[in-house]
């Protein structure tokens, strides 16, 4: 499975943006999409996931603020953000689960600053 993230960039705080990410297969097939972000010096942390069953989980600090959700005719999963601040600056990664192998799109920046 080869993902396609992009949608990532500059954004003032409380400001929005919207990530695309592109799946290379039916997203129909694929158990489990999800982003993930990593800023400097921390952790990989989970923002939110989606099961091919429509089953959503977010991370506590998003919660209220992303929305995740799937287009099926495009096989495209989306992270609508808003409310941004500081604290979500950070390297955006897609991830997609299949068979019990995960599979990681390349990441996109964001950056929230004035």
């Known amino acids: 499975v080869q993902l396609q993230a992009s949608g990532g960039g500059l954004v003032q705080p409380g400001g929005s943006l919207r990530l695309s990410c592109a799946a290379s297969r039916s997203i129909f097939s694929i158990n489990v999409m999800g982003w993930y972000r990593q800023a400097p010096g921390k952790q990989r942390e989970l923002v939110a996931a989606?099961?091919?069953?429509?089953?959503?989980n977010y991370g506590d600090s998003v919660k209220g603020r992303f929305t995740i959700s799937s287009d099926n005719g495009k096989n495209t999963v989306y992270l609508q953000m808003n409310s941004l601040n500081s604290e979500d600056t950070a390297v955006y990664y897609c991830?997609?689960?299949?068979?019990?192998?995960?599979?990681w799109g390349q990441g996109t920046q964001v950056t929230v600053s004035s």
């Open positions: 991830n997609a689960l299949v068979e019990n192998r995960l599979y």
């Open positions: 989606i099961t091919s069953g429509g089953r959503i």
